[in-house]
């Protein structure tokens, strides 16, 4: 093939970075990664990277510096790298292969990097330093989480040194910026201790603390710990020593303990509850609740008192105690001391009335305990019991301010007998009576001769209790229950406590069901609008039904239970009848007939769906087959339905039918 030549380009043409959508010609030069390539095909083409041989040749080999390597970068032939300590040349295009991979990188230059202190949360690679004790370590690959004392991540860098420390035994390493020695004595500005700072002797803290505590008029108790505050060191005047705990769930304490004390008796402790404490050992304290624990050491007499005192040298030597005073001045107690002219008392005072067991001056939960005199000027709330004995007791005016007397507070699940009892001897027997609410059935009983004394219930069970009669003027009861016969008016309706039978002088007149197991016998009309069920035989000389108008709607009719049981249709049917018998009782085991007289026109029709309470039933037709009706007018078709209701809750209905009346 003959080769075609440019008489404009014998010389060398710069084409830039090199592009895959360019097209490159003879002696065209680009820059790819760090080096420079000459085009030397005859043809011109696209796409052909610099480092194929068959179409360029390294023309200048140089270095392009991309700082510090990175996975997500493509790196080409010339590209310089720092990772680690040390900088690498890549060799051929890669992403993702860290140096050092011998496939695409070159070492370029050796070196070291400072990581500082050792950190088991950092990824370091190799040839990073870091610091650990008192040595520096040279980490020998990459690795994350790997102590320096693993030999096979870490080497010895620099081994650190002290001062010979031979006859320096609890002395501190001190520096003057030069040179390190030991001493026992040191002069240190500030100071922030991570641990615990034991000192002998008295340990003095704040200006002028030695001073106070050596002067003749301020003399210490053995004091261990002597601090004093300088004012002019703040604007503020309050002198404190704060203490804090930072975890939410337990607590701030300052403890004394006693000579043999330990962390489980010989100790009182003052301190608060964290905003979040739960420690069930001490389950009184919530969280934020402000303290004060004792707890002394156990036998050998010790009393383990909690001590509150003033000493006498006050003008009052009061003690105060005021819940919720602290900014507001308000005083719930004050315990006054004996002194000349004054009796020792503790006086209560608030502006809370008290109106209730659980408010006001003085709320005891257990109860009161008073050997002398009981004084009171204003009015007395009870709501327990209130027994007297010891004595008589007499009142000259018992006001009451409502007219009803409550027992039973707390009568938790209704398990206390409610009511009034009193007491009686009789025959030198000690016998109880009273009317109480038996919480067992929940009945109100007049009951008399109980020998147990009632507590909480009465033993309406044991043997000789009885039952109160009881006269009134009259009685509106729901039910009426007895064991005897049930008279009213002498002989006006009497109920037979044996027999059951019902002797009414009058009308008898019942509005609901009526049961009568023995039979009913009157002479007169019986009257019953609620039902009446007869479990034995009945025996009527003339019965008389009510029948029920229905008309058609769309030729569905409405057979309403409660009505009747005898319907008729006056206007006739003009399609299939739909019949719908509503308010049925739905006892199970039941069975009830109804009948239905329709009045046929030229063409007759029957009922086809049969519904309960809307619901469609399958009617079973005598003989298996529906009935035709009688197709003249004016002619009457009677369709007999029986609807058993079973055991099992459901429907069988039986159609009949007498036709052509």
């Given at each position: 093939?003959?080769?075609?030549?440019?008489?404009?380009k014998?010389?060398?043409?710069?084409?830039?970075?090199?592009?895959s959508?360019?097209e490159?010609?003879?002696?065209?030069?680009?820059?790819?990664?760090?080096?420079a390539y000459?085009?030397?095909?005859?043809l011109?083409?696209?796409?052909?990277?610099?480092t194929?041989?068959?179409?360029?040749?390294?023309?200048?080999?140089?270095?392009?510096?991309?700082g510090?390597?990175?996975?997500?970068?493509?790196?080409?032939?010339g590209?310089?790298?720092t990772?680690?300590?040390?900088?690498?040349?890549?060799?051929?295009a890669?992403?993702?292969?860290?140096?050092?991979?011998?496939?695409?990188?070159s070492?370029?230059?050796?070196?070291?990097?400072?990581?500082?202190?050792?950190?088991s949360a950092?990824?370091?690679?190799?040839?990073?330093?870091?610091?650990?004790?008192?040595?520096?370590?040279?980490?020998?690959?990459?690795?994350?989480?790997?102590?320096?004392?693993?030999?096979?991540?870490?080497?010895?860098?620099?081994?650190g040194?002290?001062?010979?420390?031979?006859?320096?035994?609890?002395?501190?390493?001190?520096?003057?910026?030069?040179?390190?020695s030991?001493t026992?004595?040191?002069?240190i500005?500030?100071?922030?201790?991570a641990?615990?700072?034991?000192a002998?002797?008295?340990?003095?803290?704040g200006?002028?603390a030695?001073?106070?505590?050596g002067?003749?008029?301020?003399?210490?108790t053995?004091?261990?710990?002597?601090?004093?505050?300088?004012?002019?060191?703040?604007?503020?005047?309050f002198a404190?020593?704060?203490?804090?705990?930072?975890?939410?769930?337990?607590?701030?304490?300052?403890?004394?303990?006693?000579?043999?004390?330990t962390d489980?008796?010989?100790?009182v402790?003052?301190?608060?509850?964290g905003?979040?404490?739960?420690?069930?050992t001490?389950?009184i304290?919530?969280?934020?609740?402000?303290?004060?624990?004792?707890?002394?050491k156990a036998?050998?007499?010790?009393n383990?008192?909690?001590?509150?005192?003033?000493g006498?040298?006050?003008?009052?030597?009061?003690?105060v105690?005021?819940?919720?005073?602290f900014?507001?001045?308000n005083?719930q107690?004050?315990?006054?001391?004996?002194?000349?002219?004054?009796?020792?008392?503790?006086?209560i005072?608030?502006?809370?009335?008290?109106?209730?067991?659980?408010?006001?001056?003085l709320?005891?939960?257990?109860?009161?305990?008073?050997?002398g005199?009981?004084?009171?000027?204003?009015?007395t709330?009870?709501?327990?019991?209130?027994?007297f004995?010891?004595?008589?007791?007499?009142?000259?005016?018992?006001a009451?301010t409502?007219?009803?007397?409550?027992?039973?507070?707390?009568?938790?699940?209704d398990?206390?007998?409610?009511?009034?009892v009193?007491?009686y001897?009789t025959?030198?027997?000690?016998?109880?009576?009273?009317?109480?609410?038996?919480?067992s059935?929940?009945?109100?009983?007049?009951?008399?001769?109980?020998?147990?004394a009632?507590?909480?219930?009465?033993?309406?069970?044991?043997?000789?209790?009885?039952?109160?009669?009881?006269k009134?003027?009259?009685?509106?009861?729901?039910?009426?229950?007895?064991?005897?016969?049930?008279?009213?008016?002498?002989?006006?309706?009497?109920?037979?406590?044996?027999?059951?039978?019902i002797?009414?002088?009058?009308?008898?007149?019942?509005?609901g069901?009526v049961t009568?197991?023995?039979?009913i016998?009157?002479?007169?009309?019986?009257?019953?609008?609620?039902?009446?069920?007869?479990?034995?035989?009945?025996?009527m000389?003339?019965?008389?039904?009510?029948?029920?108008?229905v008309?058609l709607?769309?030729?569905?009719?409405?057979l309403?239970?409660?009505?009747?049981?005898?319907?008729?249709?006056?206007?006739?049917?003009?399609?299939?009848?739909?019949?719908?018998?509503?308010?049925?009782?739905?006892?199970?085991?039941?069975?009830?007939?109804?009948n239905?007289?329709?009045?046929?026109?030229?063409t007759?029709?029957i009922?086809t769906?049969?519904q309960?309470?809307?619901a469609?039933q399958?009617?079973r037709?005598?003989?298996?087959?529906?009935?035709?009706p009688?197709?003249?007018a004016?002619?009457?078709?009677?369709?007999s339905?029986?609807?058993?209701?079973?055991?099992?809750?459901?429907?069988?209905?039986?159609?009949?039918a007498s036709?052509?009346?």
């Amino acid at each position: 093939m003959t080769q075609v030549v440019d008489l404009g380009k014998l010389r060398f043409y710069w084409a830039d970075t090199w592009n895959s959508a360019t097209e490159y010609e003879l002696n065209d030069v680009v820059k790819y990664g760090g080096n420079a390539y000459v085009y030397t095909n005859a043809l011109a083409t696209t796409g052909n990277l610099p480092t194929n041989t068959a179409y360029w040749k390294v023309m200048v080999e140089g270095i392009n510096f991309l700082g510090t390597y990175s996975n997500a970068t493509a790196y080409k032939p010339g590209d310089a790298v720092t990772h680690g300590g040390n900088a690498y040349v890549c060799e051929a295009a890669t992403t993702g292969n860290t140096p050092p991979n011998a496939t695409y990188w070159s070492k370029l230059a050796s070196g070291i990097q400072y990581e500082g202190a050792y950190n088991s949360a950092t990824n370091y690679q190799k040839d990073d330093i870091v610091t650990s004790g008192g040595s520096v370590y040279i980490a020998l690959q990459d690795h994350s989480n790997q102590a320096v004392s693993n030999a096979t991540y870490w080497a010895k860098f620099v081994d650190g040194t002290y001062p010979d420390q031979a006859g320096n035994n609890n002395y501190i390493l001190k520096t003057d910026g030069a040179s390190a020695s030991w001493t026992d004595s040191i002069s240190i500005a500030d100071a922030s201790l991570a641990g615990s700072l034991t000192a002998g002797d008295v340990s003095y803290i704040g200006p002028g603390a030695a001073t106070f505590a050596g002067a003749t008029d301020a003399d210490l108790t053995n004091p261990a710990l002597v601090v004093r505050f300088d004012n002019g060191q703040t604007e503020d005047s309050f002198a404190q020593i704060a203490f804090q705990n930072d975890d939410p769930t337990s607590s701030t304490d300052i403890i004394a303990y006693m000579d043999n004390g330990t962390d489980s008796e010989g100790w009182v402790g003052i301190g608060i509850a964290g905003s979040s404490f739960n420690d069930q050992t001490y389950g009184i304290t919530a969280p934020g609740d402000g303290y004060i624990f004792h707890n002394t050491k156990a036998g050998n007499g010790r009393n383990g008192n909690l001590v509150f005192a003033t000493g006498d040298a006050g003008d009052q030597n009061k003690i105060v105690i005021a819940a919720g005073g602290f900014a507001s001045g308000n005083t719930q107690m004050v315990i006054t001391p004996a002194s000349t002219g004054v009796s020792a008392n503790v006086h209560i005072e608030t502006p809370t009335a008290s109106t209730s067991p659980t408010t006001g001056a003085l709320t005891v939960v257990g109860g009161v305990g008073i050997s002398g005199s009981l004084n009171i000027l204003g009015n007395t709330n009870i709501t327990g019991n209130l027994t007297f004995g010891g004595g008589s007791t007499t009142t000259e005016n018992l006001a009451v301010t409502n007219p009803l007397v409550f027992v039973g507070d707390g009568n938790n699940a209704d398990a206390s007998d409610l009511g009034l009892v009193g007491e009686y001897v009789t025959g030198g027997v000690t016998k109880y009576a009273g009317i109480v609410r038996d919480a067992s059935d929940g009945v109100a009983k007049f009951f008399k001769d109980a020998t147990t004394a009632p507590v909480s219930t009465v033993n309406f069970g044991e043997a000789g209790l009885g039952y109160l009669s009881i006269k009134t003027g009259a009685i509106d009861a729901a039910a009426i229950t007895g064991s005897g016969d049930l008279t009213i008016a002498t002989d006006k309706l009497v109920v037979n406590s044996t027999t059951g039978a019902i002797t009414a002088a009058g009308t008898f007149t019942p509005s609901g069901l009526v049961t009568a197991n023995g039979g009913i016998t009157t002479s007169g009309t019986l009257t019953v609008t609620g039902g009446a069920a007869f479990s034995g035989t009945t025996d009527m000389q003339e019965l008389r039904e009510s029948v029920v108008d229905v008309t058609l709607a769309s030729n569905v009719g409405t057979l309403n239970w409660s009505a009747g049981n005898i319907f008729y249709i006056a206007t006739a049917p003009t399609g299939a009848m739909t019949f719908n018998v509503t308010n049925v009782p739905t006892d199970n085991s039941k069975i009830m007939t109804i009948n239905v007289m329709v009045t046929q026109g030229s063409t007759g029709y029957i009922p086809t769906v049969f519904q309960i309470g809307g619901a469609s039933q399958t009617i079973r037709w005598a003989g298996g087959s529906a009935p035709t009706p009688t197709s003249s007018a004016n002619k009457v078709d009677i369709f007999s339905f029986t609807m058993q209701r079973t055991s099992a809750g459901t429907w069988i209905v039986y159609g009949a039918a007498s036709l052509n009346f």
